[in-house]
């Protein structure tokens, strides 16, 4: 299962797991409610041929899918690729990613504006709704490998914060305060 916790304020490595003193773990209920992060727990040796990602995808609109690796020797420009991640930023769509070998964390913001961090291993599916903060990182490990869907063509473009008055912001603020009903 997924875990979930509210973070240290240290600038130590981004890769570290950064837990407050003492740790402060949040539910997959208590996170999807105060941020709107969806989570799905899929095999990625069966979710094709059993159907549970097909599923997601057609009950998601999801249309186009693609695989990332993000490693110091599979990934171009790594070290620029990943700092540009790690940048606190937003989408004007979901961020939909399936892990499928390896390891990160992704950060979100709460409605507190502190950060949560997300724990991602094979076989988590992640959907971050558009208009959240957020960042990714790898952890120590230094390799993911993920797939990312997208409803029609991938739109990629991050907007750095802050983004406060982008459309796609506003709406998510609004959902937020509405506890995503």
């Not at 941020?35 to 095999?43: A, E, M, R």
Request: glycine letters at 4%; charged letters at 30%.
């Amino acid at each position: 299962m997924v875990r979930a916790w509210y973070m240290d304020e240290s600038q130590d490595d981004q890769r570290l797991e950064h837990h407050r003193t003492p740790p402060k773990f949040l539910s997959l209920e208590e996170m999807a409610q105060d941020t709107g992060v969806l989570y799905w727990k899929l095999s990625p040796e069966t979710c094709e041929s059993d159907g549970s990602l097909d599923k997601i995808k057609s009950d998601r609109g999801y249309t186009y899918s693609d695989v990332i690796c993000v490693s110091p020797e599979k990934l171009p420009n790594y070290e620029t690729k990943l700092k540009s991640f790690f940048e606190e930023h937003i989408h004007t769509d979901e961020e939909i990613r399936f892990v499928l070998e390896g390891s990160g964390y992704f950060d979100v913001r709460d409605s507190a504006d502190q950060w949560i961090r997300i724990e991602v291993v094979p076989g988590d599916l992640l959907v971050l709704p558009a208009g959240i903060y957020h960042r990714f990182t790898l952890d120590v490990k230094n390799y993911i490998k993920a797939m990312r869907l997208f409803v029609g063509e991938p739109v990629w473009t991050p907007h750095n914060r802050p983004a406060d008055n982008m459309e796609a912001r506003r709406e998510y603020v609004t959902r937020q305060k509405n506890n995503f009903k």
